[in-house]
């Protein structure tokens, strides 16, 4: 008695899946091996914020900009900070240096944090005037400048240096609650794009 040989199977199936791949393809649809990933499409364009309303903004006092750390780099955003009218040069430069700073301390709106802005300036630190020797532009942090880290000092130096607290040139003269020289900080294009890889750019002032 003869055994019986296997049975062939058709190749018809496996002609089927390279017709199956084309059909797919020209639907527009890539065929895969392995499942993918992209997570949720991404609700607002990182680092990209609605214009604010200016009037509605100056209505509620002077309109100043602060740096925000946005992905890897310094961005500007718009605030406001609160300086009585008639207020004497010397004492304004010092009202808008702790109403920027606090508004650097204070958490980012929920429509910045989905745009990916944070900060690293913690809340409590205050800034007062030059004493007696010190250059009249001084501001003394109650926190050593060389205490605060990279990117909190980098937000600060560029945030005072382009406002009515320096003397807009770029650079804001730094120092701290106690005799530590002081030191002339810059606001560079590498702090504004590289905050958090070293210290700001400083220079000692000698003689003060």
Same mark, same amino acid.
């Given at each position: 008695m003869h055994a019986l040989a296997p049975r062939r199977r058709s190749p018809r199936p496996l002609l089927l899946l390279? #017709? #199956? /791949?084309?059909a797919l /393809? *020209?639907?527009g649809i890539r065929s895969t091996e392995v499942p993918t990933d992209f997570g949720p499409a991404p !609700?607002?364009?990182r680092c /990209? #914020? !609605?214009e604010p309303d200016a009037a509605a903004q @100056? !209505?509620?006092g002077l309109a100043v900009q602060v740096f925000l750390l946005c992905g890897s780099s310094l961005v500007a955003v718009d605030r406001t900070v609160r300086v009585?009218? *008639?207020t004497a040069d010397s004492e304004r430069r010092v009202l808008v240096a702790q109403g920027l700073l606090d508004q650097l301390a204070e958490a980012p709106s929920s429509a910045e944090r989905e745009a990916g802005y944070q900060t690293y300036v913690r809340g409590g630190m205050t800034v007062s005037g030059p004493r007696p020797k010190d250059p009249e532009d001084t501001l003394r942090l109650s926190t050593a400048p060389a205490e605060l880290s990279a990117y909190a000092l980098a937000q600060i130096v560029c945030t005072f240096s382009d406002s009515a607290a320096a003397e +807009?040139? +770029?650079s804001v003269i730094l120092g701290g609650p106690d005799t530590t020289p002081l030191r002339r900080y810059d606001c560079t294009d590498h702090v504004r794009s590289a905050p958090g890889t070293e210290h700001p750019p400083s220079t000692? #002032? @000698?003689g003060t």
């Open positions: 390279p #017709l #199956l /791949a084309l /393809a *020209g639907c !609700s607002r364009v /990209a #914020l !609605s @100056t !209505s509620r009585p009218d *008639g +807009g040139d +770029g000692e #002032l @000698t």
